[in-house]
């Protein structure tokens, strides 16, 4: 009895299980059948939202020229020397009809050929002087518009606004200089444009056929939105119909005026619902409203959705007819999937479980819902101990604020986060983590949790900074062949100063007087080779300080350094000026910087046997730089090399003349010690190098 019973337990089991599944494949057609209505639907709101976005950045586009065409027009008169002439002459003698009749016609003829309409000409006092127009007279709001371009002294263009008679209108305020734009405000024309004869009608006018569609201007008025165009649904004049922000707060205008701008989906001025693009409109307190009925944009979908309605219940009736034949394949490959779909989850909870990295995964408000073993060893908390908490249980303190800020921005608004972040393990030791922390979102899109896969580079980063510190090292190699580059010359001056001693001695002419200046000078040369040596060794460090000096001072111990060795070679170097601009830099850096460039022109003088050889040099200010240029007559750089010659190791010595490091080691002093900038070029008959170093602030300039 008792196994009768189970079997028809099972019978019925097994006689059920057709039905459900046709219930099941039966929702399933039917969701198909909405998603593709959907897909389609949305496919349909795609399109139309480009042709939105293209027909309102259109408008903006047209909007603009409108803009810089009623610009232009004014310009012509702002920028007319003949109508600044003549109204001077005017204002000279009011009497002069034939000054008068002259600026009567060139107003004429500024509103005939362009945008611009009625003009009336007001003295600086705010006193109508001409008009195109009989009858005009000045109002509060013109002689206020005409002080604002008095005061500006340039071409003020005003918001739309009604006149007097409720028409639309922008008012132009053009003031008249002289002489040219810097002098005086001596008068101004006064002009009006009418939108109803261009503006209105381009933004009124739909590029493609549509019986809702419809481009809005608005701006914001205190708590108001007014519409600046007139409605396609709504009886009205420009400017007269207006909607309170604080009562209708869903409305898409309102939405544009508060700053919101993009594809949305809402309600117009109307009630209706629509699909709009909210633009603002670049230099304008206006926003652009483009629209069309959402009914609008469904309706071609009805017959689309019968067809599909109809195929639906096709697919479920065959479905049913079939639905037992395949239950018994049905339910094994539904087994089999199950099977596959556990093992897959195994699998993935194993490799979670598993990883080298940190994982967390929290729900949406940051809550702890999960760690691997891995965030344990890292950290040395337990999962028990950090579920339920939140994460700023790791925070170090290290870590900027805003960069929490950033992070929790970017990871609920759906992006996702890559950075580096300081935290603190449970004992209290600090470590550095990579991490990746990404939004887990539902079918909807909408934010659910976090998960973040987190690795430990502390080790890394540590192995990092020791290879840039044997970087910097390794560094030293080439400092040694510009320290022999840097020593050539004070080693030639001592050599040159210990053969004239021999010379005197050899004449009977060497005496106390100048044996003791030749020791001076050698003293001195030594002196720079001692400092050379200890400035190629704190040339790679970060912590030298920079020293106020002036750019004269620098040129002077470079100079005094080499200049007798140059003129015994017959090199003549002429200082053009030396004014004491004072700069914060390393002074015996850009010393050896301005040797090297000398001693590469003495050795081209001696490469192409110059004659009359001249190295120049020139200081002056150039903004908020000092501009030190040298330049020589040596016949320049060959072209081809130019480009090159800052390379590290490039030279245009012959073999074996040079190391090719000293005007690379000169740029990087330059630019990347003081800030500054090197140039190269070929001028006349040799080479000019330009050196520009940052001026030390009159702040910083001691008393």
Not at 232 to 237: F, G, P, V
Request: hydrophobic share 45%.
């Amino acid at each position: 009895m008792a196994n009768n019973k189970l079997l028809k337990e099972q019978t019925a089991s097994l006689a059920k299980a057709p039905r459900l599944m046709f219930i099941v494949v039966a929702i399933f057609i039917a969701a198909v059948g909405y998603v593709v209505l959907a897909n389609q639907i949305n496919h349909m709101k795609s399109l139309k939202q480009d042709e939105l976005s293209a027909i309102a950045s259109l408008k903006i586009e047209q909007i603009l020229k409108w803009k810089k065409d009623i610009y232009d027009d004014a310009a012509l008169i702002y920028d007319s020397p003949l109508v600044a002439y003549h109204v001077e002459e005017f204002i000279k003698n009011r009497d002069a009809k034939l000054q008068m009749e002259m600026l009567s016609s060139l107003l004429m003829a500024a509103v005939k050929h362009s945008e611009l309409q009625r003009a009336m000409l007001i003295d600086k006092d705010g006193r109508l002087l001409i008009s195109t127009q009989e009858g005009d007279s000045l109002n509060e709001f013109d002689l206020s518009f005409f002080k604002q371009a008095a005061d500006m002294k340039e071409v003020v263009i005003s918001d739309i606004y009604l006149n007097p008679m409720n028409a639309a209108r922008v008012t132009v305020a053009i003031p008249i200089l002289l002489p040219g734009h810097a002098g005086n405000v001596i008068a101004a024309v006064l002009t009006e444009v009418d939108p109803n004869r261009y503006l209105f009608p381009i933004i009124q006018r739909w590029p493609t056929p549509s019986a809702t569609a419809e481009t809005l201007l608005i701006r914001r008025e205190g708590n108001d939105v007014i519409y600046l165009n007139t409605l396609r649904h709504k009886a009205n004049k420009p400017l007269t119909y207006r909607i309170p922000i604080d009562k209708f707060a869903q409305i898409l205008s309102v939405m544009a005026a508060k700053g919101k701008e993009g594809v949305v989906e809402g309600r117009d001025y109307r009630g209706k619902s629509v699909f709009a693009v909210l633009m603002r409109v670049p230099d304008t307190k206006w926003f652009i409203e483009s629209k069309v009925d959402t009914e609008e944009i469904i309706q071609p979908m009805w017959q689309f959705t019968l067809l599909l309605g109809i195929i639906v219940l096709l697919a479920i009736w065959i479905a049913f007819l079939f639905i037992r034949l395949l239950w018994h394949r049905k339910n094994a490959v539904l087994l089999s999937r199950q099977f596959e779909s556990e093992s897959q989850l195994r699998k993935l909870y194993i490799a979670v479980e598993q990883s080298h990295a940190s994982i967390v995964i929290t729900d949406r408000t940051g809550t702890i819902e999960y760690v691997n073993p891995k965030f344990t060893k890292i950290t040395g908390y337990a999962a028990d101990e950090v579920i339920g908490q939140n994460p700023r249980i790791l925070k170090s303190g290290t870590t900027p604020p805003e960069l929490y800020v950033k992070l929790w921005a970017a990871v609920t608004g759906g992006r996702q986060w890559r950075g580096e972040l300081t935290n603190k393990r449970k004992d209290g030791s600090l470590y550095l983590e990579k991490m990746l922390i990404s939004p887990i979102t539902d079918d909807k899109g909408t934010v659910t949790g976090f998960v973040a896969v987190k690795e430990d580079i502390t080790q890394s980063k540590m192995r990092e900074s020791m290879l840039l510190l044997y970087e910097r090292q390794a560094k030293m190699g080439e400092m040694l062949s510009v320290i022999a580059h840097q020593w050539k010359q004070p080693l030639s001056a001592i050599s040159a100063s210990i053969s004239r001693l021999e010379l005197e001695a050899a004449l009977g002419q060497l005496n106390t007087e100048t044996l003791n200046a030749a020791f001076d000078k050698m003293k001195f040369q030594i002196q720079h080779l001692s400092e050379t040596i200890n400035d190629f060794r704190s040339f790679l460090k970060p912590d030298k300080e920079k020293t106020k000096t002036t750019i004269a001072d620098i040129l002077h111990k470079t100079l005094r350094i080499m200049q007798e060795h140059f003129e015994d070679m017959g090199i003549t170097i002429e200082q053009k000026a030396m004014p004491d601009i004072q700069v914060e830099t390393y002074a015996d850096e850009m010393t050896q910087v301005f040797l090297c460039i000398m001693e590469n022109s003495k050795e081209a003088f001696q490469l192409r046997k110059t004659v009359s050889p001249l190295i120049t040099i020139d200081v002056y200010e150039d903004n908020a730089y000092v501009a030190i240029e040298i330049d020589d007559n040596a016949g320049g750089i060959p072209p081809a090399q130019i480009e090159n010659i800052f390379l590290p190791y490039f030279t245009t010595k012959p073999e074996l003349k040079g190391t090719g490091l000293g005007l690379y080691m000169g740029k990087l002093i330059v630019e990347e010690h003081c800030g500054g900038i090197i140039t190269v070029a070929n001028k006349g008959q040799g080479t000019l190098f330009t050196i520009k170093i940052p001026i030390l602030a009159a702040s910083a300039i001691p008393d």
